[in-house]
């Protein structure tokens, strides 16, 4: 059964930092590409990043661009994103996201499993 | 950037009932649509890929239709299970991605 559990938030003061993780288990974590996603109190899905099975390609939402990094470590199954400078409009929950994709009739990736999210607050 | 506009934000309708949500895109995606549902304090779930493409277990009321710029979610025979949240995402300017703002399904 595939399964992405993250961990790592919590409450931190504007402009400290925070590491998520996103352990996988279930699947071949080495072979699937990863996203973050946030959603903030009562709103909709952002996505934030994405890293490629190799870590060779990342991209970032101009939103957290500069202030996240995302990383991952195939030998533990495990996904990260640092994230630093964090401001009161990055309180949301963070869910982890495997990505998959389908060829035919063309190729189109989609987010098949999701973690169960967890909650960072930025406030004093 | 793709924008994704989804309308209406918000939708009442009773059990049995047939529901139709629109997303649009701000340019051709081509069929790069998916359609998410997501419940209260729960993760997104995946109900269809490729614009209408039904993920395996998703219930065959669910079909989903549209390719360029404006797709559309049906839900036929609307069961109380349904209610829900459902979000497009485009997936054109992968790995560069976008939701749509969400379409909140009430019941009547």
């Given at each position: 059964e595939v399964q992405l559990v993250e961990s790592g938030g919590g409450l931190v003061a504007p402009g400290g930092s925070l590491r998520l993780s996103c352990a996988a288990s279930g699947f071949t974590f080495s072979t699937y590409n990863m996203n973050w996603v946030r959603q903030a109190p009562g709103k909709g899905l952002e996505w934030l990043s994405y890293i490629d099975y190799t870590s060779s390609s990342i991209n970032y939402a101009d939103s957290v661009k500069g202030r996240f990094t995302v990383s991952r470590d195939n030998a533990k199954n495990s996904l990260y994103l640092q994230m630093n400078s964090?401001?009161?409009?990055?309180t949301a929950v963070y869910y982890c996201a495997r990505e998959d994709l389908v060829v035919v009739p063309a190729v189109s990736h989609y987010f098949d499993y999701w973690g169960r999210g967890i909650l960072v607050t930025v406030s004093s | 950037d793709i924008q994704m506009t989804q309308s209406p934000s918000s939708l009442s309708a009773s059990v049995g009932d047939r529901v139709t949500i629109t997303c649009r895109a701000?340019?051709?995606?081509?069929?790069?649509l998916n359609w998410y549902q997501q419940k209260p304090g729960k993760a997104p779930k995946l109900l269809?890929?490729?614009?209408?493409s039904l993920q395996s277990g998703v219930p065959s009321r669910f079909s989903g239709s549209g390719s360029g710029t404006d797709f559309t979610l049906t839900i036929n025979?609307?069961?109380?299970?349904?209610?829900a949240t459902y979000y497009c995402q485009q997936s054109h300017s992968s790995p560069v991605y976008s939701f749509g703002q969400g379409t909140k399904l009430e019941i009547k």
């Open positions: 964090l401001r009161a409009e990055d | 701000s340019q051709s995606i081509r069929s790069s269809i890929s490729v614009a209408s025979s609307l069961q109380p299970e349904d209610f």
